[in-house]
């Protein structure tokens, strides 16, 4: 067979619109895979960024309801502090409030921050999932109930180790008249007299006058922590 290049120039030249379109076909095919492949992985990758974040929004919405419950707490605990601080400084009691509110100041708080669907993320080793300024919002937030874990220890201490101990020692009586835990209710049938603490043994107490002092300080102190918590709270669920 004689080789001839002319004729192998003029084949090529007639079937190159057709081996132009194939190549094209192919190239395309290509492309339209590695497309597919990478929608399929984003779509994965979103589905799974949804499953987390569904999660982590539940346990923001279960904290928020833990904050208001203390929130509310806080607040009456500021309220019955300032009210005794207020008569120590006159010298004068209303007996049957002053009675509820050195026992009031008894209740320990304690917030318990939910962090499973944070963990369920960490453990996935897919925090890439997130964009960078929510895992920041979230480290963010979980910052901040560490520190509120901290101060509600210090709070609670106190009140384990000096208040409630002081409390029980001197006026162990005014716990039935509490209306802290629904105490009071308990004692309705009750056919004795109400209890009140004695005036005279209440104004010149002067360390019970700074424990309450010191309550207050703590229930202050909780209570801007919880503010910040639940602004926190509320923009993460919001961005979510």
């Not at 006159?90 to 002053?98: G, M, Q, T, W």
């Amino acid at each position: 067979m004689t080789f001839n290049p002319m004729e192998i120039i003029k084949h090529l030249r007639s079937k190159w619109f057709h081996y132009g379109f194939e190549t094209l076909a192919v190239v395309v095919g290509i492309l339209a895979a590695f497309a597919l492949e990478n929608w399929n992985e984003e779509r994965q990758a979103k589905d799974q960024a949804d499953i987390f974040l569904n999660h982590i929004a539940a346990n923001i919405d279960e904290d928020l309801g833990q904050l208001e419950a203390l929130m509310a707490h806080v607040d009456k605990c500021i309220i019955r502090a300032e009210s005794l601080i207020t008569s120590f400084k006159k010298s004068s009691f209303d007996l049957h409030e002053a009675t509820n509110y050195i026992d009031y100041l008894n209740v320990e708080k304690s917030f318990k921050v939910n962090r499973s669907g944070m963990d369920a993320l960490i453990n996935s080793g897919r925090l890439d999932l997130l964009s960078p300024d929510l895992t920041y919002a979230l480290q963010q937030y979980y910052a901040i109930s560490d520190k509120l874990a901290d101060r509600e220890a210090i709070s609670n201490g106190f009140i384990q180790n000096k208040y409630e101990t002081y409390h029980y020692e001197n006026y162990a009586q005014s716990t039935r008249m509490s209306d802290a835990f629904d105490i009071k209710d308990k004692y309705s049938d009750d056919p004795r007299e109400p209890y009140v603490v004695d005036e005279e043994k209440l104004v010149d107490d002067y360390k019970l006058e700074i424990l309450v002092l010191i309550r207050l300080v703590h229930s202050e102190t909780e209570k801007e922590i919880y503010q910040q918590l639940i602004d926190s709270a509320i923009k993460l669920r919001d961005s979510i």
